[in-house]
C-alpha cells in the first residue's frame, strides 16, 4: 500500500466550477497534511495546510481532513484557467520525519 | 530574501557518469531536502541533511549520496548514472521546529538527462 495514494485521473471543470480533489494515506500516525500546486515544467508551491479534523479554508481554497478515515480533499471554487496545474498531496509523519507525496492529480479549467 | 536556489537548472549526462547538484536553502532555513520527481509522478524523497549529517534517508540505493556545508548550503551526488536517473531534483529547505520542519519550500529544481 502506497503512503499517500492520489488516484483519480486528469479532471476537467469549467471555468467558474468547482473542483474536488481526494487523497488517502496509510500512516494512521500522520499529523500534518498539504496541497502543493505544480505547474509544468516548476516546482511544487505550497498552497494549503491542515492539522486538525474539519475543513479550512484560504480564499477558493478549501483543505478537509478526517483523520479517521484517512483521507483529505482539496475543494477549489471558482475554478480559473490559472488553476490549471497538478496538485500533489503530501503528508508528514513525526514517526518518519519526513514528507511523502502522492502522484499528483492534474486539474484543467475550460474557459 | 532568496528563496531556495538550485543548479544547474538543466544537465545532460551519459550513462556511468557521476553528477552533482546543488542547493542554496531559504534565509534562516537550516534543514534540507532531496527529492526525485520521474515524469508523470509525485516528488520522491532521497534524503535530508541537518547539522551537516544525513538525518533521513529513502528507498535509494547507495549511488546517491549527499552533503550539507556550514552554510546550510547541500550538494547530491549521484555516481554511476542510469537511463532510470533521468528525472527533475528538487531541493527543499525548512526550519527546524516541531510544528514547522515538515513545510518544505521547495527550489526550481534542476532537469538530469541521462542519455
Avoid at chain 2, 546543488?22 to 509525485?42: E, F, I, M, N
Wanted: aromatic letters at 12%.
Amino acid at each position: 500500500q502506497k503512503e499517500v495514494e492520489q488516484n483519480s485521473g486528469p479532471l476537467s471543470v469549467p471555468e467558474g466550477a468547482i473542483a474536488s480533489l481526494n487523497c488517502t494515506y496509510s500512516d494512521r500516525g500522520s499529523q500534518s497534511f498539504f496541497w502543493y500546486r505544480q505547474y509544468s515544467g516548476k516546482s511544487p508551491e505550497l498552497i494549503m495546510s491542515i492539522y486538525s479534523n474539519g475543513d479550512k479554508e484560504d480564499g477558493r481554497f478549501t483543505a478537509q481532513l478526517n483523520k479517521a478515515s484517512q483521507y483529505v480533499s482539496l475543494l477549489i471554487r471558482d475554478s480559473q484557467p490559472s488553476d490549471s496545474a497538478t496538485y500533489l498531496c503530501a503528508v508528514y509523519s513525526y514517526g518518519n520525519n519526513r514528507l511523502a507525496f502522492g502522484k499528483g492529480n492534474q486539474v484543467v479549467v475550460i474557459p | 530574501d532568496a528563496g531556495v536556489t538550485q543548479s544547474p537548472t538543466h544537465l545532460i549526462k551519459t550513462r556511468g557518469q557521476q553528477v552533482t547538484l546543488r542547493c542554496s536553502p531559504k534565509s534562516g532555513h537550516d534543514t534540507v531536502s532531496w527529492y526525485q520527481q520521474a515524469l508523470g509522478q509525485g516528488p520522491q524523497f532521497i534524503f535530508q541533511y541537518y547539522e551537516e549529517e544525513e538525518r533521513q534517508r529513502g528507498n535509494f540505493p547507495d549511488r546517491f549520496s549527499g552533503h550539507q556545508f556550514p552554510n546550510y548550503s547541500s550538494e547530491l551526488n549521484v555516481n554511476a548514472l542510469l537511463l532510470g536517473d533521468s528525472a527533475l531534483y528538487l531541493c527543499a529547505s525548512s526550519e527546524t521546529g516541531v510544528v514547522t520542519n515538515e513545510k518544505l519550500f521547495f527550489g526550481s529544481g534542476t532537469q538530469l538527462s541521462v542519455l
